[in-house]
């Protein structure tokens, strides 16, 4: 099984930062891109930031020049920086693997479980 492990959520003040991480359980051969979404309840999941095979981002213009996408390719980790919050960021961030070749899993896309966080104002 091939899980995708996240870390860094939490409670922040308005203005804050915060980082979160996020690592697959086994070595990913190839991948189409790494990314991170988000949701809040009653909302579908939308894309905050996304870096492909070639190292290209691009993200949601509600978090262009706040949030910083990067990825550790030797540990199969996704990164995202989160600075200058605000109370509208607040929702569960998701970490995908999409169309990851894992050895003895073929290729799949994957999601991690979320992790919340919160930025009071």
């Known amino acids: 099984q091939v899980q995708l492990v996240e870390s860094g959520g939490g409670l922040v003040q308005s203005g804050g930062s915060l980082r979160l991480s996020c690592a697959a359980s086994?070595?990913?051969?190839?991948?189409?891109?790494m990314g991170w979404y988000r949701q809040v309840p009653g909302k579908q999941r939308e894309l905050v930031a996304r870096?492909?095979?070639?190292?290209?981002?691009n993200y949601a213009d509600s978090v262009k020049g706040r949030f910083t996408i990067s990825r550790d390719n030797v540990k199969n980790s996704v990164y995202l920086q989160m600075n200058s919050l605000k109370p509208e960021d607040t929702a569960v961030y998701y970490c995908?693997?999409?169309?990851?070749?894992?050895?003895?899993?073929?290729?799949?896309?994957?999601w991690g479980q979320g992790t919340q966080v919160t930025v009071s104002s």
């Open positions: 995908n693997a999409d169309r990851a070749f894992v050895l003895g899993f073929g290729v799949q896309d994957y």
């Open positions: 086994r070595r990913i051969v190839s991948i189409n891109a």
């Open positions: 870096i492909n095979n070639g190292g290209s981002t």
